[in-house]
């Protein structure tokens, strides 16, 4: 094994390159350059304008640091009223820092820069980053919510709110802020505001509301100005759960909307919503989430046949979000058109995606109707639609005239792959494209290897967590269902967090399952809670109350998510001693189990092979470890000591009652040992041994096909690895016969299934009710990919210290991989290579993050700071650790 450090890294060895993707050009660049402190982000980087908390955290970035560079101290400037305080700390911390002034004041504008020191050499400045805070208080808000008197019944389409106001001069200065009951689209002057859709999203509406804040200076002149919008269904009042359950949280939409105008003389004058606006209806004829929509073009917004609003009492909480909105992330364009064996005229965008299909009409005539159906999947060349159940999934569009027209929906949202076109002739593939619709989050995660269906596989895994993160983390986003089900984030969740910036995102999320925990700890299968169970507690689903906190603030370093959820987590481990009892077994009540494992027949997804006292118990193991962890990182040293007996106690519980001395565990498949050999539920080193052979042994039986349901098959992989068997890990992976995941692969999907068999064999679609062809769940594996495949693995919370151990040996079916993730800290990318014998490994580590690398075979680590590394040793005959 050799070693070079940062200097030596250019090539001395007469190797070819590794993978492209380390780029020399940024490594010479470091070399002389001067250090860089990027600049500020506030809390969770989002919103600028609108941000929800008076005391921001900060975070930043050192770049271009020489090797020796250790940070001691920071100095944080930040301008407010043309006035600068600065303030100094003896701290290299960098991410998450406490805001040091007073607090932000509602509207307030500050300019922050921050720059760092190693023992008194200062860097420079980052450039200065600006935030502005929202309305942080109730008495803010001068606006009221109104309602459309007579209008926006259940049946009567998207009413329109408007109001003109007249301004003698254009404004310096113009925020909007606005929420609603419902979904809505604010424009001026007939200009949408700002790039959101679906505003004001999915929180538990009963607890808090959304608002959104806008800089809309540049949409106002002086003159009469008119002020409009649109309120659709959503989830407030759209069907939700079940066809026709519709009113969840109301049967009336609402809107709140204060426009505050600066004048150069500094005066502010205040427009809100009250009864001076004025209903009419829309073109929006018919909206709803499963259903579609329906858009009459003939109609338009002059304002005519208005009627009055009511000023409506609502006391819900208003507050501002803590990440990205859903925007339009991307447009892909028609791949082909096809005629189906009925002669229907369909597009392929060649990628099942989530959002809108946008057809460019240019010479319609009026009244003409254009349909539009979508589908996931083709089944014997026609759209297949039965996986949808009752979603009607059709958007509709009755033109004006000639047009031209751009057709898209406002209000509704489709998972589909497939769209069915009818009403448009001589349509060609330029006149349609797809536009993706999700939560904006940041990417943050990739993994390239040399094979390509491991990368298909890792593509659409990307993508279904870009469909089913639409302001929550919902199952699926196409059939009548789309809920924030907590088991399945539970399982998905260090991979999300890997892939993007979730932090905001799932923060924001777990305020609503703590505000719908029950009394008693019990926690919702769905959050916002729209099944209203009355007693919810079911492992693997509620543990996401204790397991998705856990895997936030490893992600990110995020004291704060732990600190808030604390309670939280604490009720639920609570509520799971009391279920477990004395006895320490949780083994009665329902339970969803190892939900749709591979056995479970199309008709009953929790019928499962492994026993749900077992999985049950594991997870009471599991969520009390997660909680004894929070507790001690926080400093609530008796609740740790606590946790961490009552772990100890029901681990000691679990052995007894489903580990023989052998290892043999109840129920003996695939999910209960991954269990027990990843969260470590043995007693003896014997115990431990036997069950990894006993795995192999049944993963060799099994023909190496996965075994395992939802809660199994985040585990599976790892627990072949510790039992010093990634060969057999590997196969699995690779291996393409149904259950597996490059079986889905190989019949051609773009994203992850619900069911390892979605799609029979013969290309009919699964007769089960649950057939989602885009379902997170079992793209949990690609954690395992980023970490053993690609080497990365976290070890401090937000990368503080990672481990770099890519399993490679001659037996390894890899050639090359490349893994990068954008931590708190930067970049962290390593890719390998192994050619003729050999492993080469080349790493880059920003600043503040700690390596620990493990070449293969290697019985110590190598220690390594920020810099570019490369290291190179023999390949041994297998891998194993
Ligand atoms: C959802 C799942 C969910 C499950 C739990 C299904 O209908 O699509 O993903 O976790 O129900 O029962």
């Not at 609503?512 to 700890?521: C, F, M, N, R, V």
Request: aromatic share 8%; net charge negative.
């Amino acid at each position: 094994m050799s070693y070079l450090g940062c200097e030596e890294a250019r090539d001395h060895s007469g190797r070819p390159p590794l993978v492209a993707a380390v780029d020399d050009a940024r490594v010479c660049a470091r070399q002389g350059t001067t250090i860089v402190v990027t600049p500020v982000r506030f809390e969770y980087g989002e919103p600028h304008i609108g941000l929800g908390t008076s005391t921001p955290r900060l975070s930043w970035r050192i770049e271009n640091a020489e090797a020796d560079w250790r940070s001691d101290a920071y100095e944080i400037e930040c301008v407010r009223g043309g006035i600068a305080e600065s303030f100094v700390a003896d701290s290299g911390e960098q991410v998450f820092v406490p805001w040091p002034f007073a607090p932000l004041r509602s509207r307030e504008i500050v300019q922050v820069r921050v720059r760092v020191a190693s023992q008194g050499r200062w860097t420079a400045f980052s450039e200065p980053s600006a935030v502005e805070a929202g309305l942080l208080e109730a008495r803010d808000w001068s606006a009221h919510w109104i309602s459309p008197s007579s209008l926006g019944g259940l049946n009567d389409g998207a009413p329109w709110l408007f109001r003109d106001v007249e301004l003698d001069r254009a404004p310096v200065r113009a925020r909007l802020y606005v929420s609603a009951q419902g979904v809505y689209e604010f424009s001026i002057d007939g200009v949408k505001v700002g790039d959101e859709v679906l505003t004001p999203g999915w929180t538990a509406y009963e607890h808090r509301v959304r608002y959104q804040s806008y800089d809309v200076t540049e949409l106002i002149s002086a003159g009469r100005v008119r002020l409009g919008a649109l309120l659709g269904n959503g989830w407030f009042r759209g069907q939700l759960v079940s066809p026709g359950n519709r009113s969840t949280y109301g049967d009336r939409l609402a809107l709140i909307a204060q426009l505050e105008v600066t004048d150069i003389d500094g005066s502010t004058r205040i427009i809100g919503t009250d009864e001076e606006w004025r209903a009419t209806k829309s073109p929006i004829a018919f909206d709803d989430f499963y259903d579609g929509q329906c858009t009459d073009l003939r109609r338009v917004l002059d304002g005519a046949d208005a009627e009055p609003v009511d000023v409506v009492r609502n006391d819900v909480h208003v507050e501002a979000p803590t990440g990205p909105g859903v925007k339009v992330t991307d447009v892909v364009p028609a791949r082909r058109i096809l005629t189906t064996p009925s002669g229907r005229t369909v597009i392929d965008f060649g990628q099942n995606l989530v959002g809108w299909v946008r057809v460019h009409v240019t010479n319609g005539r009026p009244g003409q109707r254009v349909v539009v159906r979508h589908a996931e999947v083709l089944e014997h060349g026609e759209l297949g639609v039965r996986p949808l159940r009752s979603a009607k999934a059709t958007s509709e569009y009755i033109l004006a005239g000639s047009g031209p027209h751009v057709l898209q929906p406002t209000f509704t949202f489709n998972g589909f792959r497939y769209a069915e076109i009818s009403g448009v002739a001589d349509l060609r593939p330029d006149d349609v494209d797809a536009l993706v619709v999700g939560s904006a989050l940041e990417r943050t995660g990739w993994l390239q290897t040399s094979d390509s269906n491991l990368n298909r596989l890792h593509e659409n895994v990307v993508w279904s967590m870009r469909g089913n993160f639409v302001g929550v983390p919902t199952d699926c986003p196409q059939r009548d269902e789309r809920l924030g089900w907590t088991g399945d984030i539970q399982v998905f969740a260090p991979t999300a967090a890997f892939l993007f910036d979730t932090d905001g995102f799932l923060s924001d999320w777990l305020r609503d399952l703590a505000a719908e925990q029950k009394s008693d700890g019990g926690v919702p299968y769905v959050i916002p809670d729209v099944l209203r169970n009355t007693d919810p507690a079911a492992a693997g689903w509620s543990d996401a109350a204790t397991l998705v906190p856990d895997a936030v603030y490893r992600a990110d370093g995020d004291v704060g998510v732990l600190a808030r959820q604390y309670g939280s987590m604490r009720a639920w481990a609570d509520k799971v001693l009391a279920l477990s009892g004395e006895s320490g077994l949780w083994d009665t009540g329902f339970q969803f189990g190892d939900w749709l494992d591979p056995t479970a027949p199309p008709e009953d997804a929790a019928q499962a092979q492994a026993d749900p006292g077992v999985v049950a118990t594991a997870y009471s193991v599991r969520s009390l470890r997660a909680v004894a962890d929070a507790a001690s990182v926080l400093g609530h040293i008796a609740d740790a000591q606590w946790y961490r007996a009552q772990e100890r106690r029901v681990a000691d519980a679990f052995v007894r009652a489903y580990v023989d001395a052998d290892g043999r565990i109840l129920s003996d498949c695939q999910t209960v040992y991954a269990l027990a050999l990843c969260w470590d539920l043995f007693d003896t080193p014997d115990q431990r041994a036997g069950a990894g052979a006993r795995l192999a042994e049944l993963v060799i039986a099994g023909g190496l096909t996965v075994g395992t349901g939802f809660l199994g098959t985040p585990l599976i992989l790892d627990a072949l690895t510790l039992a010093g068997r990634s060969d057999l890990a590997y196969r699995m992976l690779l291996q393409t016969a149904c259950p597996s995941w490059l079986y889905a692969v190989s019949m051609g999907a773009t994203t992850v299934w619900e069911r390892w068999d979605s799609m029979l064999p013969d290309g009919t679609i699964n007769p089960g009710t649950m057939t989602s062809f885009n379902h997170y769940a079992y793209g949990a594996v690609a954690d395992w990919m980023h970490r053993v495949i690609g080497g990365l693995e976290l070890v401090e919370p937000g990368y503080r210290r990672i481990r770099v151990r890519p399993e490679i040996a001659a037996d390894t079916p890899i050639g090359h991989a490349h893994v990068r993730h954008r931590s708190p800290y930067g970049d962290i990318d390593i890719v390998w290579r192994q050619d003729a014998g050999e492993v080469s490994l080349a790493l880059e580590v920003p600043y503040g993050v700690t390596a620990d690398v493990w070449m293969p075979g290697d019985r110590a680590a190598h220690t390594v700071g920020h810099g570019r590394h490369e290291f190179h040793c023999a390949l041994p005959a297998r891998a194993g650790r």
